[in-house]
Nanobody, 125 residues
């Protein structure tokens, strides 16, 4: 059974940093494209960053230069390093995994088969 479990969320001051982790089990993570999404109440879930099986990465414009997605295939773990956190970053952050992604749809929620339960990030000014 495939499971994704996020951790590392919390409260941080604006300008601070957090590192999120997503531990995968029940499958071999290196065979999947993986991504981070985030969602705030009343809004749609939005893609933040994706890392392909090849290691290639893409980011939403809102986080470019501040967030870094990475993966440790030996540990079956996905990471999101978040720096210079801003007031627009608080959300529930979710990791997701999929075997295939259609070009241009890397940030579409229906591109992903597996989801974690989320970890909350709060930013105080």
């Amino acid at each position: 059974q495939v499971q994704l479990v996020e951790s590392g969320g919390g409260s941080v001051q604006a300008g601070g940093s957090l590192r999120l982790s997503c531990a995968a089990s029940g499958y071999t993570a290196r065979r999947y494209h993986m991504a981070w999404f985030r969602q705030t109440p009343g809004k749609e879930r939005e893609g933040v960053a994706v890392i392909y099986i090849s290691g290639y990465t893409r980011y939403a414009d809102s986080v470019k230069g501040r967030f870094t997605i990475s993966r440790d295939n030996a540990k079956n773990t996905l990471y999101l390093e978040m720096n210079t956190l801003a007031p627009e970053d608080p959300a529930m952050y979710y990791c997701a995994a999929t075997v295939t992604i259609t070009a241009g749809y890397q940030f579409a929620t229906n591109s992903y088969n597996y989801w974690g339960q989320g970890t909350q990030v709060t930013v105080s000014s």
